[in-house]
């Protein structure tokens, strides 16, 4: 099975047995490996061992990754809200606004 080494910034500074790694002596932290998976093949946790790690990732590079593909202008999602008249469990009628997206996303 394959592995990938935690991206994370930090990982190797964070003090836990199983990080641990060397001889009497000589002992250091290591960053941990991140065993690939059916559950994270597709996913960005192949690369992190733990939610922490890919945060400490993100914040650090949150600029770099944005440069990638810059958002210039919002996205916007073709809706129709609609007005119903529902009963509460006081067996009172009140007003409740849904939200329909459209289908003919494109």
């Known amino acids: 099975m394959s592995h990938n080494w935690c991206h994370g910034p ?9 990080r641990v ?10 960053t941990r ?27 650090k590079n949150a600029e770099q990754i944005i440069r990638i593909a810059p958002r210039t202008e ?8 609609k007005t119903e008249t529902r009963t509460g469990w006081d067996d009172k009628e009140y007003s409740y606004k849904v939200i329909d997206k459209l289908s003919n996303i494109g």
């Open 33 to 59: 490996k991140v065993k690939q998976t059916q559950w994270n093949e597709n996913s960005f946790y192949r690369f992190f061992c733990s939610n922490g790690c890919y945060n400490d990732f993100a914040n």
């Open 21 to 30: 790694r060397g001889s009497s002596g000589s002992k250091v932290l290591r």
């Open 74 to 81: 919002p996205l916007e999602t073709p809706c129709e809200v």
């Open 10 to 18: 930090l990982c190797h500074t964070i003090s836990t047995q199983d």
